[in-house]
């Protein structure tokens, strides 16, 4: 009951932060307030419950939230903008060093005792999350969801131009490619990117690899533990099955990590 309270207002103090509207829609019904909507959202991931228990749960505290049919709408009509709003203020202060990984959220979450009975082979489709983390603060920064697989370097531009005051950045060799080493150089960022095998030309991955630094290449693991802790305290599967309730849940799930929610 507390950190349901606690979490409605620290919603509401975020959506004053950014000077969002008190609605989401201004010719909309003036029933439920965004910070109801938002927070129905989040407690659905936090506590990985379906729309209706939300509701059910929600009302059970007496506390006041949008109904299942509402948040099912809401989550399709939140725009992006505010999801990366939210996520970049929860953040608070880049500490400057940045990593970049991705990882997959599955679709469908099958019992797998079922699927060894039936000679089922495991779901291989899956919503892809491209994100940059802080090492420092272990936050997410920036979030990119595609609804299927697709090249960890297709993000990356995307990725950085939302995010600024960048001054070293980690990836793994799937990262390694020239014009990425020449787009970090201009803008006067330190990259730590290990090279691909019988892979040793180019300028400017010559100029970055001097400054190579095993220690601080290290820190990009963070990445990788930041995806877990997502996944083993909010879940590796979504239920929505259109890429608008895809993002909403994806983003959920990473801004109730930065505003370390336990559940």
Known sequence: ???????????????????YPEFLHRFGPKKYKLENHISG??????????LRRVEKTLDMFGQKCSTYSALCRSRKRIPVGLWQKLLKITAGL????????????????????????????????????????????????????????RHDMQDVKYLLKRISDVKIFSGDKGYC??????LCYWKSIQTFIPLKKNIHRGHFRKKQMKNWNQREYNLRSNVEAGFSAIKRKYGGTIKAKKIAGMRTEIFCKGIAHNLNLVC
């Open 177 to 182: 490619a020239e014009w990425l080493y020449e």
């Open 94 to 149: 880049s500490s400057g060093k940045v990593a970049i990984d991705g990882t997959g959220f599955s679709k469908t979450n099958p019992g797998f005792h079922y699927l060894k009975r039936i000679n089922g082979t495991n779901p291989k489709d899956y919503t892809k999350l491209s994100a940059l983390l802080d090492v420092k603060t272990k936050k997410f920064l920036v979030m990119r969801i595609r609804t299927t697989p």
């Open 1 to 19: 009951m507390k950190h349901i309270r606690n979490l409605q207002i620290k919603i509401k103090r975020l959506l004053k932060k950014i000077k």
């Open 41 to 50: 959202l989040l407690i659905m991931q936090v506590c990985q419950l379906s």
